[in-house]
């Protein structure tokens, strides 16, 4: 049984892979096997029959291979092969007279059915009406018309049209179903396609725009560097006569400041890879708002608990705006995307790094794969992590929940 079905999925691949020498095979075995037809019903039917030619004469063999030998083009060219198969199958019943019909019956019913499945969607309605027309047309011939009275009752040889009308009938409903199905699948095929790229150009937009919110926020930073710089420098300038060793302090802190900014400077044009509009912003949070983020999520039934480990350390404003947004974007995701009752917020200075930790206690739930708004802020937390040499995680707790962990590293010279 196995061998069978695997030799039926071989078979299967070979006839997509090559349908055109599936096709001739096709066509090669449909004519050899309507000639063994003929000659089989040639030896049932009486001799002095006059209603069909007897003997392999060249009109009979000739329309007997115009009926099969087309089948090599069925997919390639389904109306066209249909037409002459159909046309043949007539001239063949009505002037040939040749007997021959399980083998010929097929070809046309595989012609009828080609056309229904592969046929052009403006040509394929017009070229079934017209074949199955012409074949119903000459079975009341032969059913009425051409065969003699002792052939059968009246209503033997209605039941016996109405018979042939379902049968041809049969490979039109197949094809036209299996085409409603693989037209289905390309508008499916289609759309999964427009919905991946959609979805990737919706987490492009906010990396894109989290990037110019933290253009936002360096701009902030450096423009406070520069500012004192300058103030600095002014007050140096006015007392570097009369008392030096003031001026030598402000220049002292002129120093640190520059070099800060350039830390700061060289981290936005490293992480930034597009240009941001750059306008005036409030005061960016930090660490020190967490009490009033907290109490606003409270308002929203999510109980949250702070823990705050190790001894504070003054942190960069960069660092310490991204490390308030993590907590935030984390919150917010917990609040969003899940129906944890309690979130519990972890801040850990460490010698070398700060770890910041979102633990929720409800149900698990899928990171960015989903494509979501919450797959859009983990991207954005990990950009903010990925700013200072650190890293973000973030996926569902063995013991239930939630975890978002980001580490961010105290070196200035993380990039």
Same mark, same amino acid.
């Given at each position: ?26 066509? *090669? ?31 009979? *063999? @000739?329309?007997?291979?115009?009926? +099969? ?35 010929? $019956? /097929? @070809? ?28 119903? !047309?000459? !079975? &009341? ?13 009246? #209503? @033997?040889?209605?039941?016996? #049209? ?26 499916? @095929? ?6 991946? +790229? ?24 450096? !423009?406070?560097? &520069? ?6 420098? %002014?007050? %140096? ?7 030096? !060793?003031? =001026? ?7 120093? %640190?400041? $520059? ?35 907290? %109490? ?9 608990? /702070?823990?705050?480990?190790?001894? =504070? ?30 979130? +519990? ?57 939630? =975890? ?12």
């Amino acid at each position: 049984m196995g061998a069978a079905v695997d030799f039926a999925k071989q078979t299967q691949v070979l006839v997509r892979r090559f349908p055109l020498a599936a096709d001739t095979a096709l066509a *090669v075995i449909a004519a050899i096997a309507a000639l063994v037809s003929l000659a089989a019903t040639y030896a049932e039917i009486p001799a002095h029959d006059p209603m069909f030619s007897h003997g392999f004469t060249v009109p009979v *063999v @000739a329309f007997l291979l115009i009926l +099969t030998v087309p089948l090599a083009a069925r997919r390639r060219y389904p109306c066209s092969v249909a037409a002459v198969g159909v046309a043949g199958f007539v001239v063949a019943r009505i002037v040939v007279h040749i007997p021959e019909a399980n083998v010929s $019956s /097929l @070809a046309v019913w595989l012609m009828i059915y080609s056309v229904a499945v592969h046929g052009q969607r403006r040509y394929r309605t017009a070229v079934l009406s017209v074949c199955y027309g012409a074949i119903v !047309a000459e !079975a &009341v011939r032969e059913l009425f018309f051409a065969t003699p009275i002792t052939g059968g009752p009246p #209503l @033997a040889r209605s039941f016996s #049209l109405l018979y042939n009308m379902v049968i041809l009938a049969l490979p039109w409903l197949l094809g036209a179903a299996i085409w409603s199905l693989r037209d289905r699948q390309r508008i499916l @095929a289609d759309q999964t396609v427009e919905l991946q +790229t959609e979805r990737e150009e919706n987490a492009r937009q906010a990396v894109f725009a989290e990037r110019v919110r933290i253009a936002r926020e360096l701009h902030d930073v450096v !423009a406070h560097h &520069v500012s004192a710089i300058g103030v600095q420098a %002014a007050g %140096a300038r006015r007392v570097i006569e009369r008392q030096p !060793a003031r =001026a030598a302090e402000a220049l002292t802190s002129i120093e %640190a400041s $520059s070099r800060h900014a350039v830390v700061e400077l060289h981290r936005l044009l490293g992480f930034l890879r597009h240009t941001g509009e750059i306008d005036g912003l409030a005061p960016q949070p930090g660490l020190e708002q967490l009490g009033k983020l907290i %109490a606003e999520e409270g308002q929203a039934e999510l109980t949250v608990n /702070l823990t705050i480990e190790g001894e =504070a350390k003054v942190l960069s404003p960069t660092l310490d705006v991204s490390a308030y947004r993590v907590i935030q974007e984390a919150l917010t995701n917990t609040r969003k995307h899940s129906k944890a009752a309690c979130a +519990t917020v972890r801040i850990q200075y460490g010698t070398s790094e700060l770890d910041v930790e979102v633990l929720d206690d409800g149900p698990g739930r899928e990171t960015e794969r989903s494509g979501g708004t919450a797959g859009h802020g983990l991207i954005a937390m990990r950009e903010r992590a990925a700013l200072y040499g650190g890293h973000l995680s973030a996926g569902p707790r063995p013991e239930g929940g939630f =975890a978002v962990h980001a580490s961010f590293p105290f070196s200035t010279d993380a990039a």
